[in-house]
């Protein structure tokens, strides 16, 4: 089971930290990935990293702004991110895959329920 927060209100150029609690014995065996979707909008990849946080990558909208992390000591992935802009806004979801470390949603078994996250102007 994943539990996202972090969520919330916070003016273009801010900064926030979503984080995904996962519970079970097993977090370390999965990589990880978050997602987004806008209002009206598809699915989106934003960032994914493997099982030992050795390897990441990200969307282009994000890249440079936005850092994954893990620590799998604490069962959780972050997703720090920074001067955040209004079409980051969406509603962001963490996500866990046995074997596959990618930006494909449909190879993710597992879903948090998702975080809102606004960027105002």
């Known amino acids: 089971q994943l539990q996202a927060s972090g969520g919330g209100l916070v003016q273009a150029g801010g900064s926030l930290r979503l984080s995904c609690a996962a519970s079970?014995?097993?977090?370390?065996?999965?990589?990880m990935g978050w997602f987004r979707q806008a209002p009206g909008k598809e699915h989106e990849f934003v960032a994914a990293?493997?099982?030992?946080?050795?390897?990441?990558y990200y969307a282009d909208s994000v890249k440079v702004r936005f850092t994954i992390s893990r620590d799998n000591a604490k069962n959780t992935v972050y997703l720090q991110m920074n001067s955040l802009k209004p079409e980051d806004t969406a509603v962001y979801y963490c996500?866990?895959?046995?074997?596959?470390?990618?930006?494909?949603?449909?190879?993710?078994?597992?879903w948090g329920q998702g975080t809102l996250v606004t960027v105002s102007s």
């Open positions: 079970g014995r097993t977090f370390s065996s999965y990589n």
């Open positions: 996500a866990a895959a046995k074997l596959s470390f990618s930006k494909n949603e449909g190879l993710y078994e597992y």
């Open positions: 990293i493997n099982r030992s946080a050795g390897s990441a």
